[in-house]
């Protein structure tokens, strides 16, 4: 291949934020590059409000690191892309166009299909409250304390996850405004990199959008710059079949619905190595429930990253905001946890063991941790 490029999309965990119909399409574009002998690897790392914290940023950079690793070919050009996505209820006035302006979408206000994380301080204070009750123990270099009240709560933020501050509206925060939400994750990503001599040297393009649920299609904020023709054209290829498939409309109707998933799933952010589509026939298949192979939107709460699996660190603050809310808020108690084999799994397993909030989560409600892994599922 003469050219490959990275895509990164990095979107919400809301279970309505996929369908069939975006998988089939991103497949038929990625083969239609490919004749142009362009190769497509398709990222995605999934964190409640599509926030880019610091451990997303880092799921970016490894991402980006690890296929640059994976070149054989030194002669490869390599171009790499992050795609912002979150999600909302547009009013029938709002400008639908692929490309539009923040001034011409409005908002539902109140609406369910808008991103839960537009209340995420007020489940930020449910943590908190939670955590003095609860009180868990932390050691800190070789001493045990006990997190009762707020200062303990900022200790333990410090000691355990390196942030010097409060917890609610501080490290989880809400959505200050979902229309220019995407635009200012898009921001925060290029300060970042214009002062990371690492991630500066790549070209990243960045593109950011609303994915509107009232037409099941993508909307760019940015003014459709820059120009990305492999996204550009999958996103084209689901507004055409929302219109003209009768098959993909039902399926998109079960997008636009309120969501109500069966199960949580927790895996990487390559879907080569955990497939959610793989994760969801399982669940389906294990209750009994009947399916048709087809990837149904409305199933599964996902969230990824590409350091899910390495144990010794702890999660980011909207995984942590996004794993509480979709177990306490979506009854979603059975969460599934998946690697690509039995050992990665395992390892995201202590990963949450380890985490002192996740932890205490998975205590809290009786969380039923399911652990597969994708080599056995598609094997």
Not at 87 to 101: A, C, K, P, R, V
Not at 133 to 138: G, L
Not at 155 to 179: F, P, T
């Amino acid at each position: 291949m003469r050219e490959k490029q990275v895509h990164v999309l990095i979107g919400c965990a809301d279970a309505r934020d996929l369908s069939q119909v975006q998988l089939d399409a991103i497949a038929k574009i990625s083969d239609e590059f490919h004749r142009k002998d362009v190769q497509i690897e398709m990222h995605v790392i999934r964190a409640a409000g599509s926030f880019l914290s610091p451990d997303v940023v880092m799921d970016i950079k490894r991402t980006f690191e690890q296929a640059q690793r994976n070149c054989t070919d030194t002669g490869q050009v390599i171009s790499y892309y992050v795609h912002i996505q979150t999600h909302g209820h547009l009013t029938e006035d709002s400008n639908d166009h692929y490309i539009s302006h923040v001034h011409d979408l409005k908002i539902v206000d109140g609406s369910p299909l808008n991103c839960g994380m537009l209340g995420a301080s007020a489940v930020g204070v449910e943590i908190e409250q939670m955590i003095v009750t609860e009180k868990p123990v932390i050691n800190v270099r070789g001493k045990n304390i006990t997190i009762d009240n707020d200062t303990k709560i900022k200790q333990l933020l410090r000691e355990v996850y390196a942030y010097d501050g409060y917890l609610a509206g501080d490290w989880i925060k809400s959505i200050d405004l979902l229309r220019t939400h995407p635009r200012h994750q898009r921001t925060t990503l290029e300060k970042i990199i214009a002062s990371d001599p690492e991630l500066k040297m790549l070209n990243i393009h960045i593109t950011s959008g609303i994915m509107d649920y009232a037409i099941h299609s993508l909307i760019r904020v940015d003014d459709g710059e820059p120009a990305v023709p492999f996204w550009d054209t999958v996103q084209l290829e689901v507004r055409k079949h929302a219109k003209n498939d009768r098959k993909a409309k039902d399926m998109l109707i079960m997008q636009s619905q309120q969501q109500k998933p069966l199960a949580g799933l927790l895996c990487m952010s390559d879907p080569r190595m955990s497939s959610r589509h793989t994760a969801a026939n399982y669940y389906l298949t294990l209750k009994n429930i009947e399916h048709t192979g087809d990837y149904l939107p409305n199933t599964v709460f996902n969230m990824t990253g590409s350091s899910f699996d390495i144990p010794h660190t702890p999660f980011g603050p909207y995984v942590i905001a996004g794993f509480y809310y979709a177990v306490c808020h979506l009854g979603l108690t059975d969460q599934m946890v998946m690697g690509y084999d039995a050992n990665q799994t395992n390892r995201i397993l202590q990963k949450i063991k380890n985490d002192p909030l996740m932890s205490m989560v998975v205590r809290k409600f009786e969380v039923n941790l399911i652990a597969i892994n994708q080599q056995e599922l598609a094997g």
